[in-house]
């Protein structure tokens, strides 16, 4: 089975070490260098269908870089494209639900399934609107957050409510749902405008047993100040 390692401490890398005869597959553009061994194709991965969802579900190209170790063995650097930090999971005892733009590359054993989800998640989370990805199989799995990660443990009892933009992807045993926090005078729908124009106030409440991964930053937020800086 291919290696995955991080490798660096800012901005790093994503190593991954294949025999001969293993590959995987990674988002378009991640690839940053290859030994001559291996071959870099540019894939549809699934079904017309399944890569028509998952464009929508995550915002993934339609198209996937598949490496492989066709003349021998040899070591590939990855990278995503946002600068943060990068994890690897093991995907099998544990499945996953990934946020928009959180997979970075899988080895060939892990499957990327899209489902529908809530029409109150589909409305306001940052993941997906009405699809959503969630791995399947068996295998390692790369996934990237904006900024620095932390690994947050849900236990029952212990419910852990999450601003969505910072989510970067969680245990798919847990329950989620959609929530506002309270922002004063307004109610409800004073509530919802306001997280609507503002982006603020809309959060991810995960209930039951299992591990969800934050990013430090927002991207969105980050786009908007970058935006107005250049006005």
């Not at 969802?53 to 598949?66: D, I, L, P, V």
Request: glycine share 14%; aromatic share 8%.
């Amino acid at each position: 089975m291919p290696v995955f390692s991080i490798t660096g401490e800012i901005d790093p890398f994503l190593h991954v070490a294949l025999a001969r005869g293993e590959k995987i597959y990674c988002e378009s553009d991640a690839m940053v260098m290859m030994e001559a061994t291996l071959d870099l194709k540019g894939k549809m991965t699934g079904c017309v269908g399944s890569a028509i969802m998952r464009r929508f579900a995550n915002g993934e190209s339609f198209f996937q870089q598949h490496i492989e170790a066709v003349r021998g063995a040899g070591d590939c650097l990855l990278a995503p494209t946002l600068p943060g930090a990068m994890r690897v999971l093991e995907v099998g005892a544990s499945q996953y639900m990934l946020s928009d733009g959180a997979f970075v590359a899988a080895s060939a054993g892990v499957e990327l399934k899209v489902r529908t989800q809530s029409l109150g998640n589909a409305l306001f989370a940052q993941s997906g609107g009405f699809f959503i990805t969630e791995t399947a199989g068996g295998g390692q799995l790369a996934v990237s957050g904006f900024g620095a990660i932390s690994e947050l443990e849900v236990t029952p009892g212990k419910d852990v409510v999450i601003d969505n933009s910072h989510v970067v992807c969680w245990d798919s045993k847990l329950r989620y749902e959609i929530s506002m926090t309270k922002g004063g005078a307004g109610g409800f729908l004073g509530n919802l405008v306001n997280s609507q124009t503002s982006g603020e106030g809309v959060v991810l409440k995960f209930t039951g047993q299992g591990k969800v991964l934050v990013c430090s930053r927002n991207r969105d937020a980050f786009l908007g100040w970058a935006q107005g800086k250049r006005s």
